[in-house]
């Protein structure tokens, strides 16, 4: 529970610490060097510590397509922080399990989801309606402002799809047997070589090294896209996936204080509604699964006390 809360507060901060510092770091050149960063020191991690065996014969298969996506789910948030806030974007980048939920449906026979769960779905995309349109529909927002703010939100929610893809990919190809160092290279090494030369292409390459920005790029590089997703990988070998899941809920809620208390950012209570609903619908769609582990492991222990 203790390694889950400091994680998920590490998550929720990336996208303020991201915003803080986009004056003086454009935030597409933030991700891009963040994650060619982080790729060395993976890899320096894996050759002079963990000394794990890479899978061979994959790089060019799925180790590129899982790349590329990592890539484009944070194109779609640098992207989306131009124009909407840090709290929205911390909120619909984590309807990842959504999209994951219902790739993993139509690819595993043992991933099949059972009519509670598309009812999760269903409320959790009604949030997101609600999260969208509400604000629009309650007025306050001029038009120039709210296309701009919807298009940042759509990205956002793009990049939670790019996400859940992801992890599609990972489960259902030869990934699944890799090494959690193999996969995460390939993760950041593409998402440096797609997105730098974006930055480029789109004149996003401001870059004024100033304390504060500096310190958030070495928080974004090293503690986060190094030290918290090789944790999380820990934590997947060691614990049931679903319960941390579900602990996982919590980085949305602290993306969206964090927001509010550093960037003094304003959320509308029709955002809040729909962030509400994309949670109940989250939980819904993974808690069966941790039930289950509950219920199976409850038994298990009472047949102990037993005999």
């Not at 440096?192 to 310190?215: D, E, H, M, S």
């Not at 896209?225 to 809620?253: C, D, K, N, Q």
């Not at 989250?282 to 102990?304: S, Y």
């Amino acid at each position: 529970m203790a390694i889950m809360v400091t994680l998920c507060l590490i998550w929720g901060f990336q996208q303020v610490a991201i915003k803080a510092v986009a004056g003086d770091i454009a935030p597409m050149m933030q991700v891009s060097v963040r994650s060619g960063s982080a790729a060395v020191l993976v890899w320096l991690f894996n050759r002079f510590v963990t000394r794990e065996r890479w899978l061979p014969g994959i790089a060019l298969r799925s180790g590129l397509a899982v790349g590329a996506l990592f890539a484009l789910e944070f194109l779609f948030v640098a992207e989306g922080l131009r124009w909407t806030k840090a709290s929205h974007v911390a909120v619909l980048l984590y309807t990842a399990p959504l999209f994951a939920a219902i790739g993993l449906h139509l690819k595993l026979p043992d991933e099949r989801l059972a009519r509670l769960q598309w009812g999760g779905i269903g409320l959790a995309f009604a949030g997101i309606a609600v999260a969208f349109l509400g604000p629009a529909l309650v007025g306050g927002v001029s038009p120039a402002a709210g296309a701009n703010w919807l298009l940042g939100d759509f990205m956002a929610l793009c990049g939670g799809a790019a996400w859940g893809m992801t992890t599609v990919i990972v489960r259902t190809t030869r990934l699944s047997e890799a090494p959690p160092t193999q996969t995460l290279f390939y993760q950041l090494a593409c998402a440096f070589f797609l997105l730098l030369p974006f930055a480029f292409a789109t004149g996003q390459t401001t870059f004024r090294g100033t304390p504060l920005a500096l310190a958030s790029l070495a928080f974004q590089a090293v503690v986060v896209a190094f030290v918290s997703y090789l944790v999380w990988f820990w934590l997947l070998r060691r614990y049931f996936a679903a319960r941390l899941g579900v602990l996982s809920f919590m980085t949305p809620l602290f993306g969206v204080a964090m927001g509010v208390l550093l960037l003094h950012e304003h959320v509308d209570a029709a955002f809040l509604a729909g962030s509400a609903l994309v949670l109940a619908g989250l939980a819904i769609v993974n808690g069966p699964a941790w039930l289950r582990q509950v219920f199976v492991r409850g038994t298990r222990a009472e047949g102990g006390a037993g005999v």
